[in-house]
């Protein structure tokens, strides 16, 4: 990481890539926290997660429909939703 701030590794690889780059002071202070030992508080600690456990690559499923309870559309919108112009056009 300190070579990416402080530009050791090329010009296409500095951080920040957006935005202005460090100062040396700031590059100094990043640089004397990583000999302390860099303490990182557990509580700044990022959640790292499966990125293939998101919604988009699981397959889909139909949802349970619990005994008695019925699917049935609202007939007033049922009534407008076919009669409407989208579905009675001719092509």
Same mark, same amino acid.
């Given at each position: 990481?300190?070579? $990416?701030?402080?530009?050791?590794?090329?010009?296409?690889?500095?951080?920040?890539?957006?935005?202005?780059? $460090?100062?040396?002071?700031?590059?100094?202070?990043?640089?004397?926290?990583?000999?302390?030992?860099?303490?990182?508080?557990?509580?700044?600690?990022?959640?790292? %997660?499966?990125?293939?456990?998101?919604?988009?690559?699981?397959?889909?499923?139909?949802?349970?429909?619990? %005994?008695?309870?019925?699917?049935? $559309?609202?007939?007033?919108?049922?009534?407008?939703?076919?009669?409407?112009?989208?579905?009675?056009?001719?092509?």
């Amino acid at each position: 990481m300190i070579h $990416l701030v402080a530009g050791l590794k090329g010009e296409d690889n500095l951080m920040p890539q957006k935005g202005e780059r $460090l100062t040396p002071e700031q590059i100094g202070l990043l640089r004397a926290w990583i000999d302390q030992g860099a303490d990182w508080p557990e509580s700044a600690s990022v959640k790292v %997660e499966d990125k293939r456990n998101h919604w988009a690559f699981k397959a889909p499923t139909r949802p349970a429909i619990s %005994e008695g309870q019925e699917c049935r $559309l609202d007939p007033e919108w049922h009534r407008q939703f076919r009669f409407s112009p989208v579905w009675t056009k001719k092509v």
